[in-house]
């Protein structure tokens, strides 16, 4: 039996486009988003859409680590830096906005934006099968399409309000072109100090790179330029299961074992939460 189609996706019709065709819009028709020119993108049952073809740059979190992020992101740990970034977009538009969150993940920080942005609607892209699944339950003004950062995204141009990039790997270019003149795009990185004690006590966490806010700089300057910075910072207590969460649901996952991490020995009693989200207008 076809799968109907998502409300909220609904919602994005107008400014999504074939993402073989790029200018084609797509309609919805028999469980799937066709174009004009017969290209066909499957609504899976899960009601996110498979807009993402042939192979991709990564394949995004996988079971384990979205689990860990469920469950880490139930606590509201990270509850501060989701309401900071939901005030950021609120600070910089109005109406019924268009919010596009790239590398999506499980729609936290999506859906704390849609909540305080009553009018808005949004589109979660990510590589993810088993976070986009998440996603698409996020929020009911909520859409989710696998898609991949590094390529051009599957939307018009000088569309979308604001778009997001929290923890995420960013397309400049992209941002910016589908972003209306007056959008915004709000980006969250960590600081050095972020989650220190435990790269200090854990062997094989991946570090952050001491450049990486020149690099962040240097990448987005040539189209954007910073209109308000905010640091999030604040220490969470270190119990176990939330440390394995959190190890678990990052990129360190990918290359130590969880085994034993949570051993008298390794475990600070706080852990630091540092970020910096930034509000960048178009150039």
């Known amino acids: 039996m076809p799968v109907s189609l998502p409300p909220a996706l609904e919602l994005f019709l107008d400014l999504l486009r074939c993402p073989t065709c790029r200018t084609r819009r797509l309609h919805p028709g028999r469980g799937a988003l066709r174009c004009p020119a017969g290209h066909t993108f499957d609504i899976a049952r899960h009601g996110y859409a498979g807009l993402l073809t042939g192979s991709r740059a990564t394949s995004g979190d996988d079971a384990a680590m979205i689990q860990a992020r469920d469950r880490f992101l139930a606590t509201d740990t990270y509850a501060p830096i989701r309401e900071v970034v939901a005030d950021l977009a609120a600070d910089a538009v109005s109406g019924q906005p268009t919010v596009v969150d790239v590398g999506?993940?499980?729609?936290?920080?999506?859906?704390?934006?849609?909540?305080?942005?009553?009018?808005?609607?949004?589109?979660?892209?990510?590589?993810?099968?088993?976070?986009?699944?998440s996603a698409a339950r996020a929020h009911e003004r909520a859409a989710a399409a696998a898609w991949d950062v590094f390529r051009p995204f599957p939307l018009a141009s000088g569309v979308v309000d604001v778009v997001l990039d929290v923890f995420?790997?960013?397309?400049?270019?992209?941002?910016?072109?589908?972003?209306?003149?007056?959008?915004?795009?709000?980006?969250?990185?960590p600081t050095g100090r972020h989650l220190a004690e435990l790269r200090g006590r854990v062997p094989g966490m991946v570090r952050i790179d001491p450049a990486k806010e020149q690099r962040l700089h240097r990448a987005l300057d040539p189209y954007f330029e910073a209109?308000?910075?905010?640091?999030?910072?604040?220490?969470?207590?270190?119990?176990?299961?939330?440390?394995?969460?959190?190890?678990?649901?990052?990129?360190?996952?990918?290359?130590?074992?969880?085994?034993?991490?949570?051993?008298?020995?390794?475990?600070?009693?706080?852990?630091?939460?540092?970020?910096?989200?930034?509000?960048?207008?178009?150039r």
């Open 227 to 282: 209109a308000v910075t905010e640091q999030v910072e604040y220490t969470m207590p270190a119990t176990g299961q939330a440390v394995l969460d959190l190890v678990g649901m990052t990129p360190s996952a990918r290359h130590l074992s969880l085994a034993g991490l949570t051993g008298d020995a390794l475990l600070p009693d706080r852990i630091t939460v540092s970020v910096l989200a930034t509000a960048y207008q178009p």
């Open 168 to 189: 995420a790997p960013r397309n400049p270019a992209e941002f910016h072109r589908v972003l209306r003149p007056t959008g915004r795009l709000i980006v969250v990185r």
């Open 104 to 133: 999506c993940g499980t729609g936290y920080y999506l859906a704390g934006v849609l909540d305080q942005l009553p009018g808005a609607c949004g589109l979660g892209l990510d590589t993810s099968v088993r976070a986009l699944r």
